[in-house]
């Protein structure tokens, strides 16, 4: 067993794996003078991949995530000791973070989760204006909270009203699923009281609502259980910084706090809260359909009395969940190790008790009582719907206002990103949830004869779903023209750049359409902006459509023309399947996509983006694999700089350099000094900079390149993900490397007999250009000789 298993959490061992206590003490001793560091980025790999070599030992870590080195390397005798053998290097390989076992993929079915609390990542960056940014903050945390909502209404819909209501109230229903005979009713012209004890609609409702329960209480263990195996890595504790009082906003980025990776205390109410309204939103639409048939005329008085104090309960339960919610923020300037234990335990326990007395009340004996038509679903779903969409505009102001204050052109909508994504995310919760009631009502009902079916609003959801694909078809189409016609004008710009060699119009038109097809990233904001627009529109329309005519599409277009029958028909059925449809390929995707390293690599980049941030808007999200990468790497780096006093080259591809841009910038200061940041297919500034500018905006990468010793950034113009950081860099040396060439050649060489592929964003060490700069890097680390250093070094030594 590896001596890194049975260490605790946050404590490395320097030494390699397979130490022996007995091998000689002048060897033992001997200084490691250069290190690499490497970490690699989406799809994963494996270490023997990224080293070039298939002997690697572990040198510390366990079996998610561990620092590897070749084995010649861990042995008593280190490399770098060979002259011109260049710096050993280590490989962090965290990829069982974001892979792993297939079951894993069902967290794509939370997507709504994960994308509403991207939102709260990507407001603008404000200086100075900290109630502005804790009431961003604030917006976003309840947006998230009406999606825990939605998610169990949804649920509750389908357990509640279609299954238990709807179809075990109905005798044709019952005869078409037999396992739900126990729960028939008895028949109109059988005696009082001759149906089975769960016959009674209370009593099936009661017995229904322990699917969403029982959903609601998953959700918690696995927030519980992720944050424990993935967020409960205590970062390398600096203090707090007494300088910082301002909030988030800063001249550098907030990611440079010792609190950041480590939110203890806001996830665990955060938990504890939409746990709480789960459990509540259970709770009153099994209170509801009886204390309705108790108020009514010649009802019982004593339940009803007690079903109004049962309501005024949930009510002021609710309220109290709301207020934790709003109440606090996340804590950055140091690590927030408070619980709030009582808090934490009492507001989820006290929605389980009174769920339980919701339950109690339901299935209490009301002869008579027959279930018919819907539960009240449509004035909930409705209500949330509305809430979500003036949050979204409130949202939206707010995120204009902060724009405001500093503007930034490079940034994703002008500002509007996060109220965006925030919006997207509520639809997506929408059209799940409608197009999964109206998939499970076609398959109780197939003649949709029987039932009532699902509310009118979920059936309105899912019937925009064929306009919206239409908008984004004709979206799909533009921009493959706009690209077609961008690779037809590279083709030149490849034949400029390779004059006297003969002419391949083959290989040009590879090469030229390669940089066009790497441009649609850039495009990104377009299609967001018309997603939004459109959503925002058809969501308008499907909330008008079901509050005025309280009739599904196709009810609605009853006696209208021909043709507006045909596409409310076409469209409520069209939408129902493909919901049904992309359900089930996404979860299939998902699966392929965590086992398959090539699929992984297709979806990877956005599935990396969502897990990478915090759990600070939704406990519920998939969990953040960087609040375990980022102490790893800040730890390695520390404890050996700290050990050997060598110099250190951490080198990021992709998605790795962001992991160690956060890991540098938690370095404390005299370490982060000795330390050379080498990028390549960065996404730093072309995704994270545009739409985080307050973490990875301009004012941010240029704070970290004056902190870290020295910086260089590798890209090519094939690359769709990585791309210049555009960091000013004055009189020091710049950051930006000239775009690599891609293919290395463009016909047949001495040196490349064959043809070169075109590697895009892969493969950055095959460049001569790389091993060059990494060996500059280490020169203005640490020059050997005074004369060495770099003329416009000498000048300004600190600007690095």
């Known amino acids: 067993m590896d001596r890194a298993q049975n260490r605790p959490a946050g404590q490395y061992d320097d030494r390699p794996a397979g130490h022996h206590d007995d091998r000689p003490a002048a060897r033992a001793a001997e200084p490691e003078t250069d290190l690499e560091l490497l970490v690699h980025g989406v799809g994963g790999t494996t270490p023997e991949k990224m080293l070039g070599d298939p002997r690697t030992v572990r040198v510390t870590g366990d079996d998610t995530a561990a620092v590897f080195r070749r084995a010649e390397d861990a042995g008593p005798v280190p490399a770098e000791n060979v ?53 961003y903050g604030l917006l976003v945390r309840l947006a998230a909270l009406t999606l825990t909502v939605l998610l169990t209404a949804a649920v509750c819909e389908v357990a509640l009203d279609l299954v238990a209501w709807q179809c075990a109230g109905t005798h044709a229903c019952v005869r078409r699923h037999s396992w739900l005979g126990f729960l028939e009713p008895a028949a109109p012209e059988a005696t009082a009281g001759s149906g089975g004890w769960w016959s009674a609609p209370g009593r099936r409702v009661a017995l229904a609502a322990l699917l969403p329960a029982a959903l609601t209480g998953l959700l918690w263990y696995l927030s519980h259980r992720t944050w424990s195996a993935y967020e409960s890595y205590r970062p390398l504790s600096l203090g707090p910084d007494p300088d910082d009082d301002t909030g988030p906003d800063t001249d550098g980025s907030a990611l440079a706090r010792p609190g950041f990776w480590y939110g203890r205390r806001l996830v665990a109410r955060l938990r504890a809260a939409h746990t709480a309204a789960g459990l509540l939103t259970v709770a009153a639409a099994v209170l509801t359909p009886a204390v309705r048939h108790d108020h009514r005329p010649g009802g019982p008085a004593a339940l009803d009395a007690l079903g109004w104090l049962l309501a005024a309960a949930l009510l002021g339960w609710s309220a109290a969940t709301v207020v934790v919610v709003c109440r606090r923020g996340r804590s950055e300037n140091q690590p927030d190790q408070g619980l709030d234990r009582q808090l934490v335990r009492a507001l989820p326990l006290g929605a389980l008790a009174l769920l339980l007395l919701a339950l109690l009340y339901a299935g209490w004996s009301r002869p008579g009582w027959q279930s018919a038509g819907r539960l009240p679903g449509d004035p909930a779903f409705g209500a949330l719907m509305l809430a979500q969409g003036l949050l979204v505009v409130v949202l939206a102001v707010v995120a204009r206002e902060l724009y405001r204050r500093r503007p930034d052109p490079r940034a994703g909508m002008r500002g509007l990103g996060g109220p965006a994504v925030a919006l997207l995310a509520c639809a997506l919760g929408g059209v799940m949830s409608g197009g999964v009631a109206q998939r499970v009502a076609d398959w109780l009902d197939g003649t949709r004869a029987l039932l009532p079916g699902p509310p009118v609003l979920l059936t309105w959801q899912a019937s925009v779903i064929p306009a919206l694909l239409v908008v984004l078809s004709l979206l799909a189409a533009l921009l493959a023209v706009r690209t077609a016609r961008l690779a037809r004008a590279e083709r030149e710009d490849v034949r400029e750049e390779h004059p006297g060699e003969p002419e391949d119009p083959p290989r040009t038109r590879a090469i030229a359409r390669a940089r066009a097809m ?6 990104v904001p377009l299609v967001v902006a018309v997603l939004t627009v459109t959503t925002l529109l058809l969501g308008g329309v499907a909330l008008a459509g079901a509050v005025t005519t309280r009739k599904t599409p196709d009810g609605a277009a009853r006696g209208t023309q021909h043709l507006v029958r045909a596409v409310a028909e076409t469209s409520q059925s069209l939408g129902s399947w493909l919901v049904g449809l992309g359900f089930l390929l996404f979860v299939t995707w998902g699966r392929r996509a965590y086992k398959d390293a090539s699929a992984r690599r297709t979806i990877g980049i956005l599935w990396d983006v969502g897990t990478f941030w915090p759990r600070a808007a939704h406990p519920f999200a998939p969990p953040c694999y960087a609040e375990r990468a980022v102490p790893d790497l800040t730890w390695r780096m520390a404890t050996w700089t700290r050990r050997t006093g060598g110099r250190l080259v951490l080198s990021g591809h992709s998605q790795g350099t962001v992991l160690a841009a956060a890991a540098a910038w938690q370095l404390p200061p005299p370490v982060r000094g000795r330390v050379a940041l080498l990028t390549y297919g960065s996404p730093l500034e072309r995704l994270y900079g545009r739409w985080f500018p307050s973490y990875f905006g301009p004012p941010a990468l240029a704070a970290l390149h004056h902190d870290i010793a020295c910086w260089r950034n590798l890209y090519r113009r094939t690359d769709p993900i990585g791309g210049p950081v555009r960091v000013p860099c004055g009189t020091a040396p710049e950051v930006d490397h000239e775009p690599l060439p891609d293919p290395l050649a463009y016909g ?28 500059r890097l280490l020169i203005r680390l640490r020059p050997d000789l005074p004369g060495q250093r770099p003329e416009q070094d000498r000048h300004r030594p600190e600007a690095d």
């Open 518 to 523: 790497a441009t649609l990233t850039d495009r």
């Open 748 to 775: 047949r060489t001495p040196e490349h007999p064959l043809p070169a592929p075109i590697l895009g964003h892969s493969d950055y060490q095959a460049d001569p250009a790389f091993a060059r700069e990494r060996a």
């Open 83 to 135: 002259p011109g053998s260049g710096p050993v290097q280590e490989a962090y390989v965290w990829s069982n973070l974001t892979s792993g076992n297939g079951s894993r993929a069902l967290w794509l079915l939370l997507l709504p989760f994960m994308v509403v609390n991207l939102a709260h990542w990507m407001r603008p960056a404000a200086p100075g204006r900290p109630r502005t940014v804790r009431l």
